[in-house]
């Protein structure tokens, strides 16, 4: 029996062992999903603590490892690792190229090789193909290979993650069969495409388009300012739109590990094709001054509440990414805090979800500690914050979320 056909039966029976390399946001939902539907899942880390505490969860039939050896023991392996970009936002490949490289080392015929990470069209044929075929083994012949970006959606309530559609294409007919056939078990709704490529571009793409109706508002809303139109009010009306129009909101600028990351990996593939897209490289400039515009809307209020006194005190409420999750990768909370740090003015935080941060403790959000300070800012509005009782300090805050409806007190001012 061929070995698609082998591994389509360990599919079908649920004796396939599905091995997940990186448990993290995306890595440790996608294990419980796989042992909910039956199968054993090895998770591989790369710390002993981390596999101590995935372990110590109990968790039947989820085992998790630093020994990459037991690759071997795996019908299924999902590499779920962060593909970050540099400071100059060129992608970097690190995490993915050493989780492949760990995998050819151990590879064997009858694996299915599965990339959920998010990455450049073209990267799996062209960087994870190489390093597997360097084992001599054939890809559809001997193992079989797949693309389907992850779509988890880190604190959200309305979507589990068995059903929120996956987008899957296999390299070719066997990778496609077995990799659809394995998806179909742990996710309500399989979308296969046509492409490797197809697939990488689809998840790129999805981000990309976030990320260009964001600085969109961020932009506009410059004008609402000047016009003296709320542009709060203006998306909320623009939404009664029931065709046509999906609302984006004005914000301190976009954090996160997807939306300020996946862009630059499409524009980066992009260049390389003599495509320049202007489009989405404006649109990252556009939304990377938010945090600038943060800061010198608080030095204008600074000057006319406190003149020129230079030690100013700045405390920021919620300083993750966004509400109700306590992730502060790519948080504009810590670009605004820099920007601070920058011009001399003391800051601290308050954020429910992080206790510290950089050998700084989130403060109690008391009347001690905001009459304490000279500017609230609200970067990240978390629900569990008590905003009318900060309302009713006399303290000037800057409601970058819209908390506050426009207009409540003069002391509540907008981005
Ligand atoms: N943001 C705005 N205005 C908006 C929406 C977001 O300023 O209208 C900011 C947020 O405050 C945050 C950043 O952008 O700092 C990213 O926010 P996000 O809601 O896009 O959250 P993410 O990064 O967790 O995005 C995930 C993505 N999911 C996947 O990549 C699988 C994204 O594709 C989803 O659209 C998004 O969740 C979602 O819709 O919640």
Redesign the pocket.
């Known amino acids: 029996m061929s070995s698609h056909h082998e591994v389509l039966k360990k599919i079908q029976t649920r004796k396939a062992i599905v091995g997940v390399i990186g448990m993290g946001y995306v890595g440790s939902p996608l294990a419980d999903l796989v042992i909910h539907a039956g199968y054993k899942a090895i998770g591989f880390v790369r710390q002993q603590h981390k596999a101590d505490s995935i372990n110590g969860q109990n968790k039947k039939n989820l085992f998790a490892t630093i020994d990459k050896s037991q690759l071997k023991s795996c019908d299924i392996i999902l590499i779920c690792v962060q593909t970050p970009i540099h400071e100059d936002k060129k992608p970097d490949l690190t995490f993915l190229k050493n989780a492949t490289e760990q995998i050819a080392d151990h590879l064997r015929p009858g694996q299915l090789i599965i990339i959920e990470s ?1 990455i450049a069209p073209g990267t799996t044929r062209n960087i994870v193909l190489p390093i597997l075929s360097s084992t001599n083994m054939r890809v559809e012949k001997d193992f079989f290979l797949c693309f389907s970006p ?5 604190g ?1 309530k309305h979507f589990t993650l068995n059903q929120i559609p996956k987008v899957v294409a296999g390299f070719g007919p066997n990778s496609h069969i077995i990799s659809v056939a394995f998806y179909k078990t742990i996710i309500d709704t399989v979308v296969p495409v046509s492409s490797l490529e197809t697939a990488e571009l689809v998840k790129i793409f ?2 990309t388009y ?1 990320l260009v109706n ?1 600085s969109l ?1 961020n932009e506009v809303m410059q004008y609402a300012n000047a016009i003296g139109v709320d542009m709060w009010e203006v998306v909320d009306a623009a939404s009664t739109k029931p065709f046509g129009f999906h ?5 301190p ?7 300020p990351v996946d862009p630059y990996y499409l524009v980066d593939d992009a260049m390389r094709k003599g495509v320049d897209l202007r489009l989405v490289r404006e649109a990252g400039n556009v939304n990377d001054l938010q945090p600038e515009r943060v800061v010198s809307k608080a030095m204008e209020i600074l000057h006319k509440y406190n003149g020129v006194k230079t030690n100013h005190k700045v405390l920021l409420v919620g300083i993750s ?2 509400p109700d999750i306590d992730d502060v990768r790519e ?2 909370a810590l670009k605004v805090w820099d920007l601070f740090k920058d011009k001399g003015v003391d800051v601290s935080y308050h954020d429910p979800y992080i206790s510290s941060l950089n050998g700084t403790t989130s403060l109690e959000l008391s009347d001690v500690v905001i009459n304490d300070h000279d500017v609230i800012i609200i970067t ?1 509005n978390h629900g569990n914050i008590d905003y009318k009782n900060l309302a009713k300090s006399q303290k000037p805050i800057i409601d970058t979320r819209n908390v506050y409806k426009k207009g409540i007190s003069e002391r509540i001012y907008r981005l």
């Not at 600028?253 to 939306?259: A, D, E, K, M, V």
Request: hydrophobic share 20%; net charge neutral; charged share 20%.
């Open positions: 998010s992850e779509r988890v959606d880190p959200n999805e981000n976030r964001i508002v609302a984006h909101y004005p914000g600028g976009i954090g996160g590990h997807c939306i990414y966004k948080s504009p990240t």
